[in-house]
Nanobody, 123 residues
Framework: QVQLVESGGGLVLAGGSLRLSCAAS????????MGWFRQAPGKEREFVAAISWGGGNTNYLDSVKGRFTISRDNAKNTVYLQMNSLKPEDTAAYYCAAGRSYHYRRVYEYDYWGQGTQVTVSS
């Protein structure tokens, strides 16, 4: 069992940066791949980024490549999403999730979810 709590969301101007954090409880955190998803109002939840259990492999949505960076610190049971050059279309609730592979991009492939943190990018 893994419990996930996101933080770090907020309101930012276009071109700005935010760093999201996801704190996990449970001794098995290091055995899970971790992902970030987002959901805008009226839209389906979509994959943003994922990282392997050891942190050596990552996977990104094309539209965030070069702007977002996922990382993790297994000693702190935390995964991060550094978001730079933010755009209004990045506005969404952001969720972290734990799954079995960093290759996974579908919601149903992830086992545990946080409650989400809101990111709003104004122009």
């Amino acid at each position: 069992q893994v419990q996930l709590v996101e933080s770090g969301g907020g309101l930012v101007l276009a071109g700005g940066s935010l760093r999201l954090s996801c704190a996990a409880s449970g001794r098995t955190f290091g055995s899970y791949a971790m992902g970030w998803f987002r959901q805008a109002p009226g839209k389906e939840r979509e994959f943003v980024a994922a990282i392997s259990w050891g942190g050596g492999n990552t996977n990104y949505l094309d539209s965030v490549k070069g702007r977002f960076t996922i990382s993790r610190d297994n000693a702190k049971n935390t995964v991060y999403l550094q978001m730079n050059s933010l755009k209004p279309e990045d506005t969404a609730a952001y969720y972290c999730a734990a799954g079995r592979s960093y290759h996974y991009r579908r919601v149903y492939e992830y086992d545990y979810w946080g409650q989400g943190t809101q990111v709003t990018v104004s122009s």
